[in-house]
């Protein structure tokens, strides 16, 4: 049973930087991909940002690349850190897992519950 839990989430003014960890419990095999996701009231949810194995490739979407950096601390946690922030990142961010990584934002079958950030 994979648990994934976020924390981190909080309301930082524009300009900002927040990280954010997804503590990951659970059996994953060792090529499982671990994402970023965010979903802001009446829009659909947008993948963020993905770590594939080992570390050496990352997914962004174009709307953070340069700005947020995805990385695994340990075995159990990925942080997404997030500078430069805008309003527009204001969003519940979720931690998601799938088996493999595929270059693409579908598929992610565990998901946490969430950790809010706001930026105004």
């Known amino acids: 049973h994979v648990q994934l839990v976020e924390s981190g989430g909080d309301s930082v003014q524009a300009g900002g930087s927040l990280r954010l960890s997804c503590a990951v419990s659970?059996?994953?095999?060792?090529?499982?991909?671990v994402g970023w996701f965010r979903q802001s009231p009446g829009k659909e949810r947008e993948g963020v940002a993905a770590?594939?194995?080992?570390?050496?490739?990352r997914l962004y979407a174009d709307s953070v690349k340069g700005r947020f950096t995805i990385s695994r601390g340990n075995a159990d946690t990925v942080y997404l850190q997030m500078n430069s922030l805008k309003p527009e990142d204001t969003a519940m961010y979720y931690c998601?897992?799938?088996?493999?990584?595929?270059?693409?934002?579908?598929?992610?079958?565990?998901w946490g519950q969430g950790t809010q950030v706001t930026v105004s």
């Open positions: 998601a897992a799938k088996a493999l990584c595929d270059g693409s934002w579908e598929g992610f079958n565990y």
């Open positions: 770590l594939y194995p080992g570390g050496g490739t």
């Open positions: 659970g059996y994953i095999n060792d090529g499982a991909c």
